[in-house]
């Protein structure tokens, strides 16, 4: 294991080295990729380890870029500290409101945090701190760099935290959880204390991306911080990649955001339909993921194709 990640080092100097070989628009492509894939590894903790599809981590972003926002534009603070104020934000409504939903399984639970992402956005939009409808502007930057760095070092550390989780007994518990959770509780997993951990640290991480991509464009309303495609988005990419794995999001991530670039470059209005496509043919031919190919492929070859859609009674 200790070689694996030691083989990631020169992949991590050439990411870390783009601000300074690429053009500006590799850096922009670069924040907005490396941003998503850290929300789909954010997401990965509790939906991929545990099982419970979130549509409301879009809250703990849009608290994030608020918590920034608020802390800057209308405190005069400085960025730290505003991205210290919406990760707390994230952590307390995480707190109060992961005892009573997490309690919810299946559809129910997928609802009740769509929910949330919907009455975080109207309860914004009529506070006059947060700018109400209007929104804030941020201190205006251009230090794309910093932002490209910034981001980058997100994603290590939520990809760092995701790993010790597959190797820890409390991402066997999570997966406990996820297999047979009234099982794992018959053997003593306090399923409600784990998983409630499992969101406040996905919500830490998401909301942190929400503070960084709101001081990088410098403005944010309540429809963008809290927009639900987002989660959409979030679920794509982790399930594409492969869910319950510590590279399975950042890869599915990567990939479709560059699969999106293209097309919307190439052939504009006919990228969405496209993309699509593309998330179409992953599921039925690979409903574990890209991170899955590689070992099926080898064992069963073409035919591993084929056999996922026979499982999964495709």
Known sequence: MKWRW????????????????????????????????TLAQSWNILGGFTG???????????????????AMAQWHQPFWLGLALGAVLAVVVAAVLGGPILRLRGPYFAIVTLGISAALSALFANLDI??????????????????????????AAATVAVAWIARSRFGIALIAIRENEDAAAAVGVDATRYKLAALIL????????????????????PAGSFDTTLDVRMVIMTMFGGPGTVFGPVIGAFVLSAIYEVLANGISTAAALFFGLVILLAVIFLPKGLIDLGGGFRALGWRYFLANIERHRL
């Open 6 to 37: 030691l083989a990631l080092a020169p992949v991590l100097a050439v990411l870390a080295g783009v601000p300074w070989l690429g053009d500006a628009v590799l850096i922009q492509f670069g924040i907005n990729a490396l941003l998503i894939a």
């Open 130 to 155: 947060a700018g109400k409808n209007i929104g804030l502007i941020l201190p205006l930057t251009r230090d794309d760099a910093m932002f490209y760095e910034l981001s980058l070092g997100l994603l």
């Open 202 to 221: 996905a919500a830490v991480f998401t909301a942190l991306a929400g503070g960084i991509h709101a001081y990088w464009i410098t403005f944010i309303d």
């Open 52 to 70: 419970y599809v979130s549509f409301g981590n879009s809250a703990f972003y849009g608290l994030g870029a608020y918590g920034t926002a608020i």
